[in-house]
């Protein structure tokens, strides 16, 4: 890959998204559609302007874009909720997080396993660990914006972006124990996967996060209050401290993900209150300069020989992936969402509106390298190219059908207020 190259068309692509933004909400195309499409065409299966290298360094450039991806998303996904969110919602949002997870991924391996049934369960278990988060790269194109705003109520804005940010980090204890089962992680030593993965890299992770993120968010306050504070470091600032959480985990080989985003909750819980920060719009710029990257790589690596290879299967995959993946699970959990029960609606939408993204291709790419399953590739690939196409086209002209059948009756009550 000539970076020089992959720079200069992802800079075109902002600069061009940026001039025609309205006008591309309006006919429903997000970014990592644009992105997406573009990397198909300039890349090695159409025009060859960008070629292929070889797929160590392919597949460490995405892993690399991945993380820093879904550090800026999650960073920004936090200064964008209301401060209050979780202690307000507490039932709904943990039913929603945590069965919503546990029930997306059985229903992902079943559908695999189903489908490709040459695999063993643990494969499946692996491939569904990898699809079960929702992304909030993605969902952020879908819940924010004039649209979006417009049709949506907060309420349901508010819930898929703190499910997308928190499931993002808690999917990986799951794709781990699949690794675990595999044999492909500590040998299948389940108890090791217990102490290291679960209560080391990822409880011990969340807490310490939560400290670090509370003492950045401490600091800037009284920055602030002082009059040290120039609000146009608003945004490095901001920047800084995802780009801390995502580092410093690393290096203590904890869960980086969910540091970024327990740490980023913690960091604006005081900020988001400042009408300040608010008016910068540091989520918008955070997102569209790292969401545009990550999906040109991924046009320019879609594996599509092996797609084509797989035959009607893979058709059959994202349609039954992208149907019975998540609304079956938010239906189910819609009796012990108090925010949410009775309105079918509303969990209709949000049942759809469950992208799968970047999130999975770093855990794609994971268990490709620790598994040597290809295949954990392959499939993730897909299904997140068709999610972005068919959930970014989708988006307005659902949430317009929404807004036309709830509107003057008790399905919005509640939701319009916000959280």
């Not at 710029?285 to 594996?303: H, K, N, S």
Request: charged share 15%; with cysteine; aromatic share 12%.
């Amino acid at each position: 890959m000539d970076l020089m190259l992959i720079i200069f068309f992802i800079s075109l692509l902002i600069i061009l998204s940026g001039a025609f933004y309205k006008k591309i909400q309006n006919i429903s195309i997000t970014e990592p559609f644009l992105a997406l499409a573009l990397g198909v065409l300039v890349g090695p299966d159409v025009l060859n302007v960008i070629e292929s290298t070889d797929s160590e360094s392919e597949f460490k450039v995405l892993e690399l874009a991945c993380q820093f991806t879904i550090a800026m998303a999650l960073m920004a996904t936090a200064l964008r909720l209301p401060k209050h969110i979780f202690r307000k919602n507490a039932t709904s949002l943990t039913n929603l997080v945590i069965f919503g997870m546990i029930f997306m991924w059985g229903l992902s391996s079943g559908i695999i396993y189903l489908l490709l049934p040459d695999f063993s369960v643990f494969e499946c278990l692996l491939i569904g660990a990898i699809i079960t988060p929702t992304d909030p790269v993605v969902a952020s194109t879908l819940v924010t914006g004039e649209k979006a705003e417009k049709y949506l109520p907060e309420n349901i804005r508010n819930t898929l972006s703190f499910e997308a940010g928190a499931n993002d980090g808690f999917a990986y204890p799951i794709v781990f124990l699949a690794l675990y089962l595999l044999g492909a992680e500590g040998g299948g030593d389940l108890g090791q996967w217990f102490t290291k993965v679960l209560l080391y890299e990822n409880i011990l992770c969340a807490i310490l996060a939560y400290g670090v993120g509370y003492g950045c968010g401490f600091l800037m306050k009284k920055a602030h209050k002082a009059g040290f504070l120039n609000t146009k470091t608003l945004l490095s600032f901001s920047i800084a401290v995802a780009l801390l959480l995502l580092g410093g985990f690393h290096i203590l080989e904890m869960n980086p993900i969910i540091a970024v985003f327990v740490g980023g909750f913690a960091f604006a819980k005081d900020i988001t209150a400042n009408e300040d920060i608010e008016e910068e719009r540091i989520q918008e710029t955070m997102e569209r300069l790292t969401t545009v990257p990550v999906f040109f790589i991924l046009g320019l690596m879609l594996p599509w020989q092996d797609w084509y290879s797989m035959g009607w299967t893979a058709v059959w995959i994202v349609i039954l992936i992208l149907l019975f993946r998540r609304l079956p699970a938010l239906l189910l959990l819609m009796p012990v969402m108090p925010k949410f029960r009775k309105k079918i609606y509303s969990v209709l939408i949000m049942g759809w509106f469950g992208p799968i993204g970047v999130a999975a291709l770093y855990y794609a790419v994971i268990s490709k390298d620790k598994a040597h399953f290809e295949d954990a590739w392959i499939i993730p690939s897909l299904i997140v190219a068709a999610s972005t196409v068919v959930h970014g086209l989708t988006s307005v002209p659902l949430e317009k059908l929404y807004h036309d059948s709830t509107e003057g009756t008790n399905e919005r009550e509640n939701l319009d207020s916000r959280t």
